[in-house]
């Protein structure tokens, strides 16, 4: 309350209510990117599954017989011939073919990169959690001392 710019309790609390608003816009934020990691990483092991899978199957004369997707809850029977190309769907309707080598190794890579952003998103919700927890205890401290020195203050006028 002494440091300048804090002339009432009011511009204090409003300035403490403006950092509690943009905590909790970080944090829903930060939820999101959470939520499409933690869905990211199972694809992400489950195509690199497919590429163990179909680089031991390559190296046989036997075509793999397997279903693919075509749109929700259809899927439809596929021949594949053994093959060392792979497609792979990068996002923005973007997909590249890569060896099945430099695919495993990508999604290695991919797998890596969003498992480590997923354990620094948890670091920063926690950080953001104890932000939180100081501002909500900040502003609870400045509405009882400017109670407290209402009804210090609240005698005097009485008396005169």
Same mark, same amino acid.
């Given at each position: ?76 029977? !596929?021949?594949? *011939?053994?093959?060392?190309?792979? $497609? ?7 997909? &590249? @073919?890569? %060896?099945? /080598?430099? !695919?495993?190794? *990508?999604?290695?890579?991919?797998? $890596? ?7 620094? &998103? @948890?670091? %920063?919700? /926690? ?34």
């Amino acid at each position: 309350m002494k440091q300048p710019g804090n002339e009432s309790v009011d511009i204090v609390l409003k300035k403490l209510d403006e950092q509690y608003q943009k905590y909790k816009f970080m944090e829903l934020n930060l939820a999101q990117k959470k939520r499409r990691l933690k869905s990211q990483i199972p694809e992400i092991r489950q195509t690199l599954h497919i590429l163990k899978y179909m680089q031991k199957k390559k190296e046989t004369t036997k075509p793999l017989e397997t279903r693919f997707l075509l749109a929700d809850n259809l899927y439809c029977k !596929a021949s594949v *011939l053994p093959t060392d190309k792979v $497609c792979l769907w990068l996002g923005a309707n973007v997909m &590249l @073919e890569y %060896d099945i /080598d430099e !695919a495993r190794a *990508l999604l290695e890579k991919n797998h $890596c990169t969003a498992t480590s952003n997923l354990e620094s &998103l @948890e670091e %920063d919700l /926690d950080f953001l959690r104890d932000q939180f927890t100081t501002t909500e205890v900040n502003m609870a401290r400045v509405y009882n001392w400017d109670v407290k020195r209402r009804n210090r203050d609240e005698p005097t006028k009485a008396k005169v």
